[in-house]
T-cell receptor, first 115, second 112 residues
Framework: GAGVSQSPSNKVTEKGKDVELRCDPI?????LYWYRQSLGQGLEFLIY????????KSGLPSDRFSAERTGGSVSTLTIQRTQQEDSAVYLC?????????????FGPGTRLTVL | QKEVEQNSGPLSVPEGAIASLNCTYS??????FFWYRQYSGKSPELIMS????GDKEDGRFTAQLNKASQYVSLLIRDSQPSDSATYLC????????????FGTGTRLKVLA
């Protein structure tokens, strides 16, 4: 596709429910990243994928968060038993590969609101 | 000390002036540096990347990198009201770790 796409654009859920966020990277990009941005805050790294593997999961805030990527393309970020502090914009980015000079391009984000 | 630091602003400049945005980083071995623009309610948009010491120009934007002093800056010439946004600095630490470290951003306001 022309750019990174994410769905849904907005998600409102009740505390305790599970949610699944989807990211479709730029075609041909092998690296995929998930970030979280709370209101008025900077970007918080969550996880990245190279192909289908996730070498660095260090940013996942708790074991309620998980992510997978299949076929080296689409990725899903799952949050189980959502809490109000999970409310944020979840951003996905992709780059042609890993390495020093690979620029990341962001999708439009998913705004998650946990009531 | 934060790994990537930016003044939160707001930085206010008159239309047509040069806006100067600065970013310092703590990891001396960092190799790649990026500037993103983020409009309110939108996702970050890549403006420029810079990898070598010195200046890199792209239209009205110039990125400047000084690895010895561990800072990177972004100059916006002939600033326009449409440049009003938050500018995020991102740093790619030394090879082996591929997650970007983002600063919290500088809010720029260009006054018409």
């Amino acid at each position: 596709g022309a750019g990174v796409s994410q769905s849904p654009s907005n998600k409102v859920t009740e505390k305790g429910k599970d949610v699944e966020l989807r990211c479709d990277p730029i075609s041909g990009h092998t690296a995929l990243y998930w970030y979280r941005q709370s209101l008025g805050q900077g970007l918080e790294f969550l996880i990245y994928f190279q192909g289908n593997s996730a070498p660095d999961k260090s940013g996942l805030p708790s074991d309620r968060f998980s992510a997978e990527r299949t076929g080296g393309s689409v990725s899903t970020l799952t949050i189980q038993r959502t809490q109000q502090e999970d409310s944020a914009v979840y951003l996905c980015a992709s780059s042609p590969g890993l390495g020093d000079n690979n620029e990341q391009f962001f999708g439009p984000g998913t705004r998650l609101t946990v009531l | 000390q934060k790994e990537v630091e930016q003044n939160s602003g707001p930085l206010s400049v008159p239309e047509g002036a040069i806006a100067s945005l600065n970013c310092t980083y703590s990891d001396r071995g960092s190799q790649s540096f990026f500037w993103y623009r983020q409009y309110s309610g939108k996702s970050p948009e890549l403006i420029m990347s810079i990898y070598s010491n010195g200046d890199k120009e792209d239209g009205r934007f110039t990125a400047q990198l000084n690895k010895a002093s561990q800072y990177v800056s972004l100059l916006i010439r002939d600033s326009q009201p449409s440049d009003s946004a938050t500018y995020l600095c991102a740093v790619n630490p030394p090879s082996g770790t591929y997650k970007y470290i983002f600063g919290t951003g500088t809010r720029l306001k260009v006054l018409a």
